[in-house]
C-alpha cells in the first residue's frame, strides 16, 4: 500500500464561523493598521524606486562581498546593496558583481565624485577590478517605477476580479477582492513596521502573492458551488464550512507545501531573493487565513441568490416585460 502523508484527516467539522467576528475584526483591524503604518512610517524604498546608480564589476578574481562592503563602509555611502552574478555562460576566470547605490538625500542622482570614492575604495581591495558598466536611475524615473508597479498591483486585481465575477456569483467575486486586498496590504504594513526594503522583487511577491489567493479562493468557492446545487436546503453557513472542511486538507497541503520551498529559500537563497521570499511567506500564510476566515464571512454577510439561474432570468424577463 502506497504511503499518503496527511496533514489533517480525511473529514473534518471545524466550525470557522464561530468566532467570526473576532477573526474578521482582527482582519479589517489589521488592513487599517497597515495602511496607517505605510501612510505614517512609509516603505523603505530601494534603489529601483528611490533612485540611484547600478554599477556592474568584472574581474578574474573571485568576488569577496564581505571584503567590497568592508571597504565601502568608512564612505558612508548610503543605502549599497552588493551580489555576486552567476551565469553558466561565464568562464571560469570571470567573476561579475553587481552594486546598487542609493541617491543621498536631497540628491537628484548619486554624483560622479561619489562613484570615484566607490571605485577607488573596490580597487584597493582588487586591483584587477574592471567596471563594466554603470547605470543611473534618476528621481523622475523612480517616480514613474512607483506609479507603474501601483498600476501593476491594481490592474491584476481588477482582472481576477472579472475572472472570479465571471465564473461565480458576484457576491464571491467581493469577498474574493476583499481577501486579496487584505493580504496584499497587510503585507505592506508588515514591511512599513520593520522597515525593510521594498523594490522592484517585492512587487512581483505581491503579484504572485494574488495569483496564490484567488487560486485558493477559487478551489474553495468552486466546491461550494458544488454544494449549492447538491444541498438545496442546507443553511447557507452550515454548506460554507463543509466546504471548508472538505477542501481543508488541500488547503493546508498546498500551503505547507508551498512555506517549505519558501523557507529553504529564505534561509539559503542568499541575499538577493531575501526580500522576495519574506513578502511570499507573508502572502502564503495571509491568503490561506483570508480564504478560511474573511471572503467567507463577506459572502455571508452580503448572501447569495440560491435559485437556479433559470428561474432568475425568468424573473428578471418578468420584470422587463411589465417595464416596457
Given at each position: 500500500m502506497a504511503f499518503r502523508l496527511k496533514l489533517v484527516p480525511e473529514k473534518t467539522s471545524i466550525d470557522f464561523f464561530s468566532i467570526q467576528w473576532?477573526?474578521?475584526g482582527s482582519s479589517i483591524f489589521l488592513m487599517v493598521a497597515s495602511v496607517v503604518l505605510v501612510a505614517v512610517m512609509g516603505l523603505n524604498f530601494g534603489v529601483d524606486f528611490r533612485g540611484g546608480t547600478t554599477i556592474r564589476t568584472e574581474s578574474t578574481n573571485a568576488v569577496d562581498v564581505g571584503?567590497?562592503?568592508?571597504a565601502l563602509d568608512p564612505l558612508k555611502l548610503g543605502d549599497i546593496t552588493i551580489t555576486e552574478v552567476s551565469d553558466p555562460s561565464f568562464r571560469a576566470d570571470r567573476h561579475v558583481a553587481q552594486i546598487r547605490l542609493g541617491a543621498r538625500e536631497g540628491e537628484e542622482a548619486v554624483t560622479p565624485e561619489v562613484i570615484n570614492q566607490l571605485e577607488g575604495a573596490l580597487r584597493a581591495v582588487d586591483p584587477q577590478i574592471v567596471f563594466a558598466s554603470v547605470e543611473s536611475v534618476g528621481a523622475k524615473v523612480s517616480g514613474e517605477l512607483i506609479w507603474k508597479a501601483v498600476g501593476a498591483v491594481v490592474l491584476g486585481a481588477l482582472g481576477i476580479l472579472v475572472y472570479v465575477w465571471v465564473r461565480f456569483e458576484w457576491q464571491i467575486a467581493v469577498g474574493t477582492i476583499a481577501s486579496l486586498i487584505h493580504d496584499v496590504l497587510v503585507t505592506l504594513g508588515?514591511?512599513?513596521?520593520?522597515q525593510i526594503k521594498f523594490d522592484l522583487s517585492i512587487v512581483a511577491a505581491l503579484l504572485t502573492i494574488l495569483g496564490y489567493s484567488v487560486n485558493d479562493c477559487v478551489v474553495v468557492f468552486d466546491r461550494?458551488?458544488?454544494?449549492?446545487?447538491?444541498?438545496k436546503v442546507m443553511p447557507l453557513r452550515d454548506m460554507m464550512n463543509l466546504t471548508a472542511n472538505e477542501t481543508l486538507s488541500r488547503t493546508v497541503m498546498t500551503g505547507s507545501t508551498t512555506l517549505l520551498s519558501l523557507f529553504a529559500l529564505l534561509i539559503w537563497g542568499?541575499?538577493?531573493?531575501?526580500?522576495?521570499?519574506?513578502?511570499?511567506?507573508?502572502?502564503?500564510?495571509?491568503?490561506?487565513?483570508s480564504t478560511l476566515y474573511m471572503a467567507k464571512n463577506i459572502v455571508l454577510f452580503i448572501g447569495i441568490d440560491r435559485r437556479d439561474k433559470e428561474k432568475r432570468k425568468a424573473e428578471v424577463d418578468k420584470y422587463a416585460d411589465i417595464g416596457h
Open positions: 473576532l477573526t474578521f571584503a567590497y562592503r568592508a508588515i514591511f512599513a513596521l520593520f461550494f458551488r458544488e454544494n449549492l446545487a447538491k444541498y542568499g541575499d538577493v531573493i531575501r526580500g522576495f521570499v519574506f513578502a511570499m511567506i507573508l502572502g502564503v500564510l495571509f491568503g490561506t487565513y
